[in-house]
């Protein structure tokens, strides 16, 4: 990560190269290189002063992230680009890997017979290696002025022009260590900006509004905008793209009604705040911008990027899942057990949410929906019922996201767990896109019987109901699990239990189950959130999983406590994790295909009075199992990369999209684990992209 210290000392180098090295044109510059290339060339050079192989904590994404700084401080300081074009010539000739003598990889066909050769992780001298470092900058300096490599990053560079037009609208603003910063007070203020330019169009004209503009944006499919990252043709630039999430949670704190003064002002005012919202959240430097933007993470950039795609989906997406998959969730979830308890102390079960779901189903749409609340009455539900249920289901108007002040906040996001809101005369109730009821519904009745229960009753419940809706869902498409919950102890280190194993003749799908959702600290760019998010849902079930693989592929078999075996047969394995509820992002598989081998080298601290210390103790562990069933796999002669093409992970609303028309275990397996990728991190849009393609190309 780039620290100011790095930037001052190279700015300090940067001078001193100018001053002991002048080079004023191309005719100097000619001159300066036609030293190195009587013997050898200017790359070669730069290779063999600065290039090293012992890790001395720097490597080329250093002077990539010291160009990124430059550049971006051209918006404030007004100086800094000239700076940014001599790194951009630097980092264009080092490479990021060597072979594993030191010496540099030629570019030349591999000549037959020949051994692969091993590469390994090239670093750079420490920035206080000053004479190094003002002949490599002088090089640089001459490729600039020769126009050999122009600084290009498209991401870079919109987040540049977002800031100079926020700089323009008279917001402050710094820059610390390549990112700009702004003051609590400041954010704060600019979404306060864009709720008042949406505040003439209202609550409902406004979410309206906003669907539209992500069924344009975005593909629309599974009754659910399919969002997902998005790119420009190879490196080309493109402008940022509009935070659909940050929109919908300003919105939902408007009254229902706007008081605009007409369709002209209205369509102004739209556009204001569409502007400011998307320059303001492209200064957040959040997207991704080229398909190259997650290659390469080490374990020190682990946390960060991480928080960066969670804090991604909250700006930029919205959790959904498709509605008529709603009834048969929280049916098979909480089952009708806690239904009389609900009743008695409540006045209400889940059998009257299930009934109030039958009659939103006729008349929710992708777009918000306004519902009169005697018109539920005439569909069959009593109006007494009706109100009993509200406080549960409904925010009242203004309320929902009353304290959301800024995307930062922690706490300020509430909308997601109630479905409704209600007017202030209760006479009316507002929907958002059929798509958004479902997961709010679920999150509405579990907290409400949170409210009438113990806390192990709710542990049990998230842990079991889980479990019952995975198998649900594959039953429901003709998939039966040949094991459930099997224990087995084979010694000290091969005990474990397999929630679901699903086999064939040639394949073998290991499925755990995590109830764990995404925290809103996740959401919202809390540092740490993401990571034990990450860590408690997706990669402790794919760690677990390898244990049961490692045993399959070393031992040839499980022997479960209950006398039954697994054998392995040489059979092809897939490791599912599943989650109750969508993690975006961060449960996608070519994020763990990204972060796999940074996983190997990780190792989380956090300081003594840590809140979720108990989360960092439980990842450290669950690293260190990872570490070592991967090192007795790869001792067996096991393909490291093979673990990482061969896990997936869903949520159950998903898993039952992907398994809908699956044949047998075969397209399962090629269904949750596709051999490429549109690099969009939406998983349903992925399964989309990739079988609209298929079916093109067999057409």
């Known amino acids: 990560m780039l620290q100011a210290d790095d930037i001052e000392k190279l700015r300090d180098l940067f001078d001193e190269s100018v001053a002991e090295y002048p080079i004023a044109d191309q005719t100097q510059a000619n001159e300066a290189l036609a030293s190195y290339l009587i013997q050898t060339q200017p790359s070669d050079r730069l290779f063999d002063i600065l290039v090293t192989v012992e890790n001395t904590g720097s490597s080329k994404r250093l002077i990539i992230d010291l160009a990124n700084h430059f550049f971006l401080s051209q918006v404030i300081e007004g100086s800094g680009r000239y700076i940014a074009e001599v790194l951009s010539n630097l980092a264009a000739y080092i490479p990021g890997q060597a072979l594993s003598n030191g010496h540099k990889i030629e570019s030349r066909p591999v000549r037959q017979g020949e051994h692969e050769p091993q590469y390994i992780p090239a670093y750079i001298l420490p920035l206080d290696c000053k004479e190094v470092w003002k002949e490599a900058l002088m090089i640089a300096r001459a490729s600039t002025i020769l126009g050999r490599f122009p600084y290009s990053n498209a991401r870079i560079q919109a987040v540049a022009a977002a800031a100079t037009r926020m700089q323009q609208r008279g917001y402050l603003f710094t820059i610390d260590c390549g990112t700009f910063q702004m003051q609590p007070t400041e954010i704060e203020k600019i979404v306060a900006d864009i709720r008042k330019s949406l505040r003439p169009l209202g609550c409902f004209n406004t979410m309206t509004n906003i669907m539209h503009l992500a069924r344009k944006t975005y593909e629309y499919k599974y009754d659910q905008i399919l969002f997902g990252q998005r790119y420009a043709p190879g490196l080309g630039e493109r402008p940022p793209t509009t935070p659909i999430g940050l929109l919908f949670n300003i919105a939902v704190k408007l009254p229902i009604r706007g008081r605009g003064h007409g369709l002209k002002q209205n369509k102004a005012a739209w556009t204001n705040a569409i502007a400011l919202g998307r320059d303001f959240v492209a200064m957040l430097d959040l997207e991704a911008y080229t398909h190259f933007a997650f290659l390469n993470i080490d374990a020190s950039q682990l946390e960060a990027k991480l928080r960066e795609v969670a804090h991604y989906d909250h700006c930029f997406a919205l959790r959904q899942w498709h509605f008529s998959f709603t009834p048969e969730f929280l049916e098979t979830f909480f089952s009708l057990d806690f239904d009389s308890d609900m009743k008695q102390q409540l006045g209400w079960g889940i059998s009257d949410a ?54 930062f906040d922690t706490t300020g996001e509430n909308v997601i767990f109630k479905p409704a809101i209600i007017s202030n005369d209760r006479n009316l109730l507002i929907f958002p896109s059929a798509s958004l009821i479902g997961p709010a519904f679920f999150e509405a009745i579990f907290s409400a019987l949170k409210s009438i229960s113990t806390p192990q009753v709710i542990s049990r419940l998230r842990g079991d109901g889980t479990e019952r809706l995975t198998r649900h869902v594959f039953k429901k498409h003709r998939f039966l699990p040949v094991l459930e919950n099997a224990k087995y102890n084979l010694g000290p280190n091969d005990n474990g239990e397999c929630d679901l194993v699903f086999e064939d003749d040639e394949n073998i799908v290991l499925v755990e189950c995590k109830a764990k959702a995404l925290t809103r600290g996740a959401m919202t760019g809390a540092q740490g959130d993401a990571l034990l998010d990450f860590a408690g849902g997706l990669f402790a079930s794919q760690a677990q999983a390898l244990r049961h693989e490692r045993i399959l592929r070393t031992c040839g078999e499980i022997n479960f406590l209950d006398k039954r075996r697994l054998e392995f047969r040489n059979r092809r394995i897939t490791r599912l994790a599943v989650t109750l509820v969508d993690h975006g992002t961060l449960q996608n598989n070519w994020i763990l295909n990204s972060v796999y081998q940074a996983l190997l080298s990780a190792q989380v601290s956090c300081p003594p009075d840590y809140a979720k210390r108990k989360q960092v103790s439980d990842f450290n562990a669950n690293l260190r199992m990872f570490r070592e069933e991967t090192q007795q796999l790869l001792a067996k002669g096991h393909n490291i990369r093979a673990h990482a093409l061969n896990v997936a992970s869903t949520s159950v609303a998903q898993l039952d999209i992907i398994l809908n028309g699956a044949r047998d275990l075969d397209d399962v397996r090629g269904r949750l684990t596709p051999r490429m990728t549109y690099s969009t991190f939406n998983i349903l849009l992925e399964f989309s992209s990739i079988y609209k393609m298929r079916d093109h190309t067999q057409s």
Do not use: F, H, W
């Open 354 to 407: 299930l009934r109030l779901i039958n009659v939103l189903n006729e008349q929710v749409t992708p777009d918000p929906t306004i519902i009169q609340i005697k018109k539920l009455s005439t569909a069959g539900i009593d109006q007494k019922l009706i109100r009993s249920m509200l406080p549960y289901l409904a925010y009242t108007e203004c309320e929902a996201n009353r304290n959301y002040r800024s995307p």
